[in-house]
């Protein structure tokens, strides 16, 4: 009997990009990113962690830091349950995580310790890796990505970063993965629970419709703002699909606040968004707890957060009592939490990795 012979796998078609590198509006062309050999148009190897893996390590002089019981750390005494629950979940969830995810990182030089602190924890996990900085360096990652803002690396240029980051993944990297995640360096992400909810059939669904796109993260609102002009938090950062990238960047990238000038990239970020679209996906998990933090683990009880839930209800959008009241943070933190924010310093990044990953006492041994 003739054995069947096995079938040719056929790769999906090449997506037909709209925009050619150097033809973005107020983008640098690709001769002025500059690689760590003084190369020009230098495009970095996203898979530079999968290929090398970083090794965690507890530093010497931050092993009583990190090495603290838990509820005696920059977790604080009510952090340990919430990250006791997330990782149950991580390590007993059946669901799917059958997705490619690209980690992109905007930082700057003076900040290797927390890319060195990502590289060791989470960044490992991600398909694809891009610290986007203010020089190239092949030992730390890090890519010069530059901008036409007159602030350059500064914090008032972070809407044209903004800008200039996006045209470079959408350039060199919108086939081959099928989602975007951009922040800055003092997050810590769960990249299992990210990639859950990322393959979930409540995303696949809203990308199926035609007129809506992925622009996911926490709903915030900033002052006396009018109802309904929330914005997607650039703290914990905002997740894109690669249709969603593809018409970002072909569309409000050319066309909307091209030479706007700022620190506040999420604001300008999700008012761009809106001339795609008006329709932004809730992420929150089926009981309503929240998956993006734009604080630490250790911080919900912060003022920020209930005023932007306060918010939420002012849309009508269904908020929890427990939630609103805020008492029991075990009711506000998702188990299937996929980001917190505001690190301040690079051991909070490896202290999360011990409390969600690693054995405490075997890893301080010595």
């Known amino acids: 009997m003739q054995q069947p012979q096995p079938q040719p796998k056929i790769n999906p078609p090449r997506i037909i990009k709209l925009i050619k590198p150097g033809k973005h509006i107020n983008i640098p062309p690709p001769e002025q990113r500059i690689g760590p050999n003084g190369e020009k148009g230098f495009v970095h190897d996203p898979k530079f962690l999968v290929k090398d893996p970083r090794q965690f390590r507890i530093v010497e002089d931050e092993k009583d830091i990190l090495c603290a019981p838990p509820g005696n750390g920059t977790e604080g005494q009510k952090g340990p349950p919430d990250l006791a629950k997330i990782r149950h979940h991580i390590e007993t969830s059946q669901e799917k995580r059958n997705v490619t995810l690209f980690c992109a990182i905007y930082t700057y030089s003076a900040r290797v310790n927390h890319t060195i602190a990502i590289s060791e924890t989470w ?172 604080l630490s683990v250790s911080s919900h009880l912060n003022r920020q957060v209930r005023k932007s839930l306060e918010h939420m209800q002012r849309l009508n959008i269904t908020v929890p009592q427990p939630l609103m009241d805020i008492e029991d943070k075990s009711e506000y933190t998702s188990k299937s939490s996929v980001v917190f924010h505001k690190h301040n310093y690079a051991h909070e990044l490896r202290r999360m990795e011990l409390l969600l990953y690693k054995n405490l006492t075997d890893e301080c041994k010595g």
């Open 123 to 294: 960044g490992n996990k991600c398909d694809g890796m891009l610290y986007a900085s203010d020089h190239s360096n092949i030992e730390t990652g890090h890519v010069h990505i530059p901008s036409n803002s007159r602030a350059k690396f500064g914090y008032r240029g972070m809407i044209q970063r903004t800008r200039a980051i996006l045209a470079y993944i959408y350039d060199n990297f919108l086939d081959d993965y099928d989602y975007f995640h951009l922040s800055g360096d003092d997050i810590f992400m769960m990249v299992e629970n990210m990639k859950e909810f990322l393959a979930s059939d409540m995303v696949r669904e809203w990308e199926e419709v035609q007129d809506q796109y992925l622009f996911a993260g926490f709903w915030m609102n900033w002052g006396n703002m009018e109802d309904g002009s929330f914005y997607l938090g650039g703290g914990s950062g905002y997740t894109l699909s690669k249709k969603s990238l593809k018409a970002y960047v072909e569309g409000p990238l050319q066309t909307c606040d091209t030479r706007k000038e700022g620190s506040s990239e999420d604001v300008a970020f999700t008012d761009c968004a809106r001339n795609l679209t008006n329709k932004f996906i809730d992420t929150r998990d089926s009981s309503g707890a929240y998956r993006y933090h734009q």
